[in-house]
């Protein structure tokens, strides 16, 4: 056992199932406390009618056939002006998030909706939210402090030799990890024949790499100590070399190999021996719809987030249409351009990720978007979306159901206010009977549910969508009518 359910991913989908019951958007909460007072306040108009009409007005506290009694005036007030339909106008939340996770999407409450609607700008991890992240291992290249044998020097500086010790080593290291190029090096090992490695004091760092001791194997300079190893970015492998000529040579030892800068790239040091693993990595089917989407019908600004280097951000990119590019980003970079990207443009970030590299960025965005099934569970412990599907598709659509029951929310209220007044004032005035008050009144409450309601359709981008929406249907229907009488025609026919 490594960890108890309560730290466990599914524990935390099943906490942000119950958490998403219990946040109530902004608008909700005022609506709640509106109400408390609101009530009060009509209780007391009720009464000050009833009792003081017959002084100010000179109404009779009970009606004849000439004027209706102030109590009767009263009694329709109260009935009018009670806030049922303002209590029911945030319905459209609910019925949003139950849509939602019909489509597994899951919230943390209503107040996401509201956020994601007023966000202006949208930030994408690379690796496995871009891409598949099914990395695959092309090449194993050493390139600082291995000897070279074109000098006379003796090549068996590594055992079998130096490819085979470095992969050796790198999935000794990475053996139970979830990062993709964990996942890729390990694979990439299955069924070879390696020499065994044992670590021990094994750290991880996130953004950075890992760090472990190799138990049997002697430092080279120092045969009473167990040699080094780390694996990680190339920035991180370099920083570890205290000498500026050397890190800078391991550096242009990069730039220069003979595989390109176009694969992703992790490092690994041995003994101070170095060696570039080289990744493949192809972008997610469907993504460049996903990004036309949100750029032209969502109107977001679009950039992405790597701690990769140039020219594989580039590479990707690219492919996926996404012009602004921030690159060799740690953790606390990203972090620190989510937020002030946040502060720049206002209206709020949406951050999409699913690993633990992400968590601090996916945390301080206006809303964080988390792949489930791929995702760590500190990334499922900060998000405020979780997509149970592996699926970016399901995000424009998350956006727009966002925009669409904001909408719906304020349409509510303003129908249950314009109903309250138009049933509410000739009430008061004596100009409707007490049983046409209470229709006009549950008739407001039913048009306000039925209004929430439309949180089920389809979510459109602007009214014209809506339009050709509402026409589609209908032409569906009467389509259905048609076939439906014709087929009951065909059946009449004498044979």
């Not at 990475?174 to 670590?199: C, F, N, Q, Y």
């Not at 760092?205 to 780390?230: C, H, M, Q, W, Y």
């Not at 990595?281 to 109107?299: H, S």
């Not at 412990?381 to 399901?394: H, K, R, S």
Request: glycine content about 8%.
């Amino acid at each position: 056992v490594t960890k108890s359910w309560e730290d466990s991913t599914l524990n935390r989908i099943v906490q942000l199932t119950e958490e998403g019951q219990l946040n109530k958007p902004k608008l909700q909460r005022w609506l709640d406390e509106f109400g408390e007072h609101y009530s009060k306040v009509v209780v007391a108009l009720s009464l000050a009618v009833a009792l003081l009409g017959p002084f100010l007005f000179n109404w009779p506290f009970f009606g004849n056939s000439v004027c209706r009694g102030s109590i009767y005036r009263g009694l329709g007030l109260m009935v009018a002006a009670s806030p049922c339909a303002l209590a029911v106008a945030p319905l459209a939340y609910a019925t949003a998030i139950s849509s939602l996770a019909s489509k597994g999407i899951l919230l943390k409450g209503g107040h996401v909706l509201d956020a994601l609607s007023s966000c202006q700008s949208i930030a994408f991890d690379k690796t496995g939210t871009l891409t598949t992240g099914k990395l695959m291992c092309k090449a194993i290249e050493p390139i600082h402090g291995h000897l070279d044998a074109s000098n006379g020097v003796d090549p068996s500086c590594c055992t079998p030799n130096c490819e085979s010790e470095a992969l050796a080593v790198a999935a000794a290291m990475e053996k139970g990890t979830t990062h993709p190029i964990g996942r890729a090096v390990l694979k990439h090992s299955v069924g070879r024949d390696l020499p065994v490695v044992a670590v021990e004091s094994f750290e991880s760092l996130p953004g950075r790499g890992v760090v472990a001791t190799l138990s049997g194997i002697k430092a080279r300079d120092n045969e009473n100590e167990f040699a080094k190893a780390s694996i990680g970015s190339v920035e991180y492998i370099s920083s570890l070399y205290r000498s500026y000529g050397e890190s800078e040579q391991i550096k242009e030892a990069v730039k220069c190999s003979a595989f390109g800068p176009e694969f992703v790239q992790a490092a690994l040091s041995v003994d101070k021996k170095v060696t570039l693993f080289h990744f493949e990595d192809e972008p997610r089917t469907g993504v460049c719809e996903v990004i036309y989407t949100l750029r032209e019908k969502a109107k977001l600004r679009i950039m992405m987030l790597t701690g990769d280097h140039e020219s594989s951000a580039q590479r990707v990119a690219k492919a996926v249409c996404i012009e602004e590019v921030h690159f060799s980003l740690k953790p606390e970079d990203k972090l620190n351009k989510v937020k002030a990207v946040s502060r720049e443009g206002g209206g709020g970030l949406i951050m999409v990720g699913d690993g633990i590299n992400d968590a601090p960025a996916l945390a301080a965005a206006t809303v964080g978007i988390v792949l489930a099934q791929r995702a760590s569970a500190t990334a499922v412990a900060v998000a405020d979306v979780l997509l149970l599907q592996d699926n970016l598709c399901v995000v424009p659509f998350c956006i727009a159901k966002a925009r669409q029951t904001t909408s719906l929310v304020k349409q509510s209220v303003a129908l249950a206010l314009t109903c309250i007044v138009f049933a509410a004032l000739p009430s008061v005035l004596g100009f409707l009977p007490l049983w046409l008050t209470v229709l006009l009144h549950e008739g407001g409450t039913l048009l306000v549910c039925l209004n929430s309601i439309r949180a089920l359709n389809p979510p459109t981008w602007s009214w014209a969508d809506d339009i050709r929406q509402l026409v589609h249907s209908l032409k569906n229907h009467v389509s259905a009518k048609l076939n439906s009488s014709s087929d009951c025609s065909a059946s009449t026919v004498p044979l």
